[in-house]
């Protein structure tokens, strides 16, 4: 073969490398560009869609304010997150009330993790509200967890009362088969969707273990909102 | 002149949208008509999501088609359609959270799609940019088309509902199949089988109005 057929169709590295890079910057321009004008909007977003769901399991909720539980108590999220520190959310009514606290609980379901709210009551001890955050669940049987008017009826006081030392709960919440609930621990899971029913018990039982032995001696630091 | 260009233009657009139909014809990008045409909502919003990517990056291809030389054309083109699939991430996350959720990995999958790099490389690095942008105007909404005629049906079957309204009342069995994976490819089928005999009673009718002419 001779080479000189060969020549005129390489094209040489430098310019490949040129064309390359020209294009990848431009390219880079391009989404940095988008990325500075959705943000505000994005995070905006994703701050509505986590007000609106506590705002729907605390219904007399206006407000909310972002606090973390850490090993020393409860303080005011922001700035730095200790390590290990819990996030939840004090929901205030219109006069500033204490009107319930909403937290996050995370489970392994049928396809993927099951991330819920929660809404705790400190007045009943209990929870009285659940909202999925994300789910991947199967349609029409695992997401019956948000419409399944018996399932949901179990969130609407499910105890979750600390015992004696308020180092845990003093029943642990269980989920149960649909129909067998006895106590006000218990959750009747929804037939057909054990799976996906499980992991909303687990989510809530494995947060509250943790959380709410550091909330409840604290409580007081949340009636009133801080202004 | 004028009406054979824009006959031409047309001719470019339509290409997509029943000739060469992504979905139907084609059966390019199975990936994202598979799976998240559960809803209407769903398929309009990636299809959407497609056409933008597509006559975007269609155009960017087309305009550096003579600086990118061929060793590296298939970098590039990925590049490119790398950089607008990010920009309609961003763009839907700021529209609507719950589409975003909805939609899941499969935007970012759209990179993948090869309807996008086949026109790419098939089309836009040949042609000028506005015969580009028609051509991949055509194909993407050819695919939105495609996706809604699959997200349609698997909502109306599957959940007893179009656009999130309830169709047939309370008393109304879903058919669940039909929005979980393997309904995908029942309906893919149906609509290919209708295709299929559509295609077929036309060349039947055709060669027999052809024996008639001949006789």
């Not at chain 2, 042609?127 to 809604?148: C, K, Q, R, S, V």
Request: proline share 4%.
């Amino acid at each position: 073969m001779n080479p000189s057929d060969q020549a005129p169709q390489a094209t040489s590295a430098a310019s490949l490398v040129k064309t390359l890079g020209l294009v990848s910057a431009l390219c880079g321009v391009i989404i940095v560009g988008a990325y500075q004008g959705t943000y505000e909007a994005a995070a905006a977003n994703r701050r509505l869609a986590l007000e609106r769901t506590i705002f729907r399991i605390v219904p007399a909720a206006k407000t909310m304010s972002e606090w973390q539980a850490t090993t020393q108590g409860i303080r005011p999220a922001g700035g730095e997150a200790a390590a290990g520190a819990i996030k939840f959310y004090a929901a205030y009514a219109a006069d500033g009330s204490l009107a319930g606290i909403a937290v996050e609980g995370a489970a392994k379901g049928y396809a993927d993790v099951v991330r819920i709210l929660y809404g705790y009551s400190p007045d009943c001890q209990c929870v009285n509200g659940i909202g999925v955050v994300a789910m991947k669940e199967t349609p029409g049987i695992g997401d019956k967890i948000i419409t399944d008017e018996a399932f949901l009826a179990n969130f609407k006081a499910l105890d979750v009362k600390l015992d004696q030392e308020l180092a845990r709960l003093a029943n642990e919440v269980k989920v149960v088969k649909q129909g067998s609930k006895t106590d006000a621990w218990q959750i009747d899971a929804i037939s057909g969707a054990t799976v996906t029913s499980r992991a909303v018990g687990k989510a809530i039982n494995d947060s509250a273990q943790v959380l709410l032995p550091k909330l409840v001696p604290n409580i007081e630091q949340l009636r009133k909102k801080e202004s | 002149m004028k009406d054979l260009s824009q006959a031409k233009n047309f001719d470019e657009f339509m290409e997509g949208i029943w000739r060469q139909n992504p979905v139907f014809v084609m059966v390019l990008g199975m990936c994202p008509a598979l799976a998240v045409t559960v809803s209407a909502v769903n398929a309009l919003a990636m299809g959407f999501a497609t056409t933008f990517v597509l006559v975007c990056s269609c155009l960017l291809v087309s305009l550096m088609r003579k600086l990118v030389p061929k060793e590296v054309r298939i970098a590039t083109y990925i590049v490119i359609i790398a950089t607008f699939v990010t920009v309609v991430d961003y763009i839907i996350q700021a529209l609507s959270l719950e589409l975003y959720e909805a939609l899941g990995a499969f935007i970012q999958l759209i990179v993948v799609n090869c309807i996008i790099l086949g026109r790419a490389e098939a089309h836009a690095s040949k042609h000028p940019p506005l015969t580009a942008i028609t051509n991949a105007l055509g194909m993407g909404i050819g695919f939105t088309i495609g996706l809604f005629a699959l997200g349609g049906v698997r909502e109306i079957l599957g959940a007893g509902k179009f656009f999130g309204v309830s169709l047939f009342g309370a008393n109304f069995q879903p058919w669940v199949v039909m929005v979980l994976p393997p309904g995908g490819f029942f309906v893919l089928g149906a609509w290919l089988l209708l295709f299929a005999a559509l295609k077929r009673r036309k060349e039947a009718h055709l060669a027999a109005s052809g024996d008639g002419h001949g006789a």
